[in-house]
């Protein structure tokens, strides 16, 4: 009898280890990627952390443009756009007031300087100055809002000189390298410019359009479709956590006489597993718009009761539309070139050269 039991005793010592010890140690060895915090970038605006703190894009930059886009409608013109056209970019920026005219090339070295981590693998970096030229390409007939200050959208030469110091050139070469390879080359489908929306983390999958901006959108976006992208759940700011009183949810999301236990009812959820709608007291939110709400990274999250209010556990960092750019950075870590991933993250479409 002591030999089955001794032999039962080493299997269920076995199979702990290896749920307890596996994840961490896979966690901890495999090499993912080094995402910036996305087009909402700069959570922490200004930041001297390395070559670029990304806001969100794809959103006007949860998308392109540097502030996230409200749940609805889709950020940016809706009609797609030709190719054809003329080279400068028209920014306003929100530091100064002042319009600024910049060519095509100049544009795309502050965009990316601002968008990601320039040691990123220089493919990821081809995929993002791409997925940026094809969506502010739609916007050539109207200002772009950027901020030179927080480093949104758009950053001047003298910025990128003073964050940077000594590492200025060796940064300055490594974007003026990556844009001059695929300077020109934009997303079309249909013979038309894409939406082409990006951000910074996904939780394992993107989320497709319509559940996000609108619920038509996929018919004039049909290459937003939630892709996987699993590679996201091994990147630096893939979970985050958020703690509220029952007093700050109350102020904000304009409830009152609230159990935070029992807040949150007719939770729906959308096949990324991100949170479609759910009911707040007697309020409903989209999952978008409890984010904006409460300043979450993601509409993924999961909730439970701490203390006198609850506490989120959010996986995954921006509006989830698009390309993730820390998936961009596990494929090309990988082998990937920017045109594989660009026809992952935007199936169906189009690369022009």
């Known amino acids: 009898m002591k030999k089955p039991a001794a032999r039962l005793f080493i299997c269920f010592l076995t199979l702990y280890l290896s749920i307890t010890l596996l994840p961490p140690i896979l966690f901890a060895t495999v090499p993912g990627p080094e995402a910036s915090p996305g087009p ?5 605006p200004g930041s001297s952390q390395g070559p670029a703190e990304s806001q969100e894009p794809g959103s006007s930059r ?6 996230e886009p409200a749940p609805s409608p889709i950020p940016g013109p809706l009609d797609g756009a030709p190719i054809e056209g003329g080279t400068d970019f028209k920014l306003r920026d929100a530091a100064t007031g002042e319009l600024i005219t910049v060519d095509r090339r100049e544009f795309l070295i502050a965009d990316l300087a601002c ?3 320039l040691h990123a693998p220089e493919e990821a970096l081809k995929a993002q100055a791409v997925a940026a030229y094809t969506y502010y390409s739609r916007q050539r007939d109207s200002e772009i809002a950027c901020d030179t200050e927080s480093w949104l959208v758009y950053v001047t030469e003298e910025g990128m000189q003073e964050r940077w110091g000594e590492d200025y050139e060796e940064y300055r070469n490594i974007l003026e390298r990556v844009v001059d390879s695929v300077e020109g080359q934009a997303l079309t489908y249909e013979g038309e410019l894409i939406l082409a929306s990006y951000f910074a983390i996904s939780p394992g999958s993107t989320e497709s359009v319509e559940n996000v901006w ?4 996929n018919v004039q976006h049909p290459y937003l479709q939630a892709v996987a992208s699993p590679g996201d759940l091994f990147s630096d700011g893939y979970l985050s956590f958020a703690e509220f009183t029952a007093g700050e949810l109350e102020s904000a999301l ?8 029992s807040l949150f009812t007719d939770v729906q959820y959308t096949p990324s597993g991100t949170v479609k709608s759910l009911l707040a007291g007697d309020k409903e939110f989209t999952g978008q718009e409890l ?3 409460l300043g979450l990274r993601s509409a993924c999250f999961t909730w439970e009761p701490s203390g006198t ?5 959010v996986r995954g960092w921006g509006h989830g539309v698009g390309m993730s750019q820390a998936g961009a950075v596990f494929m090309a870590k990988r082998g990937a070139g920017y045109e594989e991933i660009l026809a992952h993250y935007y199936p169906g479409t189009e690369l022009k050269k």
């Open 115 to 117: 968008e990601m981590d």
């Open 40 to 44: 909402e970038a700069s959570l922490e």
């Open 291 to 293: 984010r904006a709400a």
């Open 62 to 67: 949860e998308t392109g443009s540097s502030s």
């Open 254 to 261: 304009g409830l009152s006489g609230i159990d935070p236990a």
């Open 309 to 313: 209010g609850l506490r989120f556990t």
């Open 214 to 217: 609108a619920q038509d959108a």
